[in-house]
């Protein structure tokens, strides 16, 4: 098992550029997730999932977007890129069992300039 | 607002401390409590609470809950420099993980 996988691991975008952070996870777990991690700081919930064709907004979900057309990939869509953006971006995943141990990749670091 | 507030905000100590972290929630619709290790990477899972008083071990390190003062704590005894990191506290809620900030841990030789 790959576990949670996250491409690219790195990228620099120009203001107003748009970009997909792909996500996907070979565990059939059916809830997913999206964080941002900026310096510092702990992690904010961005959108999940909790199944296919099923997603909420999380806590700061503003200028990004998501899809979720199949259970093992989760991608995230930033569109008109901001500074405010530039952060280290985790995707999770976790099995519906009480308690949800989430399971993270390793990360994209994005940066936006 | 649920909230998760993790204390101290960071710690420095000699290899072979004893160190206790905090954390305390308020949170609805409580599942869980979760703490993770995070080195430069993703953060890696350490343990799940769901219960009051029972304590979790794991090598030298230790975690337990009380549901009804609301907070857990994790303790490391016999530091190395390997536990430094930042160590963080999230907390279930129904579909969600809820974060704290983290205590980050320095350990020096």
């Known amino acids: 098992n790959a576990g949670v996988t996250q491409t690219p691991k790195f990228r620099i975008l120009k203001i107003g550029q748009s970009m997909t952070l792909q996500c996907a996870q070979d565990m059939n777990h059916n809830y997913m997730y999206w964080y941002r991690q900026d310096p510092g700081m702990g992690l904010k919930l961005i959108y999940y999932s909790v199944g296919a064709g099923i997603t909420d907004k999380g806590e700061v979900p503003n200028g990004y977007n998501v899809s979720r057309s199949t259970t093992e990939d989760f991608p995230l869509r930033l569109e008109l890129a901001a500074p405010s953006q530039t952060s280290v971006y985790f995707c999770?995943?976790?099995?519906?069992?009480?308690?949800?141990?989430?399971?993270f990749g390793p990360g994209t670091r994005l940066t936006v300039t | 607002e649920d909230k998760v507030v993790q204390s101290p905000l960071s710690l420095v100590v000699h290899e072979g401390d004893t160190v206790t972290l905090n954390c305390s929630y308020e949170?609805?619709?409580?599942?869980?409590l979760l703490w993770y290790k995070q080195e430069k990477k993703a953060p890696t899972f350490l343990f799940m609470l769901?219960?009051?008083?029972i304590e979790k071990k794991s090598g030298r390190l230790s975690s337990i809950l009380d549901k009804k003062e609301l907070f857990s704590i994790l303790n490391i005894t016999a530091t190395q420099t390997g536990d430094s990191a930042v160590y963080l506290c999230?907390?279930?809620?129904?579909?969600?993980?809820?974060f704290g900030t983290g205590t980050r841990l320095q350990v020096f030789p």
């Open positions: 999770a995943s976790s099995a519906p069992a009480v308690g949800r141990e989430q399971y």
């Open positions: 999230a907390v279930c809620n129904t579909d969600k993980l809820i």
């Open positions: 769901t219960s009051s008083g």
């Open positions: 949170v609805t619709n409580f599942r869980s």
